[in-house]
Nanobody
Framework: QVQLVESGGGLVQAGGSLRLSCAASGTIFSINAMGWYRQAPGKQRELVAVITSGGSTNYADSVKGRFTISRDNAKDTMYLQMNSLKPEDTAVYYC????????????WGQGTQVTVSS
């Protein structure tokens, strides 16, 4: 069984910063790509940023230059540093990972709320 647990969400004023963490636990052989997604009320879930096991990254245009994704492979943990936050960044942020257990599987965290006030 694999669990992804997010932390670090909260309420912040526009222009502020937050750092999200996603820790993977369980019987894990390896983790391939990891990513952050978000879903605002009434909207579809969207990709925010993704990072490969080798450290290559990709970002949604809306967060480029403001958010930074990183990971610590030794700790099976991923981070999202969010700076210059805007009210439109308000959403539930979800962690996703491609994890090898007995075979490869796609796993999601429970989500963490980020609210940016204007």
């Amino acid at each position: 069984q694999v669990q992804l647990v997010e932390s670090g969400g909260g309420l912040v004023q526009a222009g502020g910063s937050l750092r999200l963490s996603c820790a993977a636990s369980g019987t894990i052989f390896s983790i391939n790509a990891m990513g952050w997604y978000r879903q605002a009320p009434g909207k579809q879930r969207e990709l925010v940023a993704v990072i490969t096991s080798g450290g290559s990254t990709n970002y949604a245009d809306s967060v480029k230059g403001r958010f930074t994704i990183s990971r610590d492979n030794a700790k099976d943990t991923m981070y999202l540093q969010m700076n210059s936050l805007k009210p439109e960044d308000t959403a539930v942020y979800y962690c996703n990972a491609e994890v090898e257990v007995a075979g490869w599987g796609d796993y999601w965290g429970q989500g963490t709320q980020v609210t940016v006030s204007s």
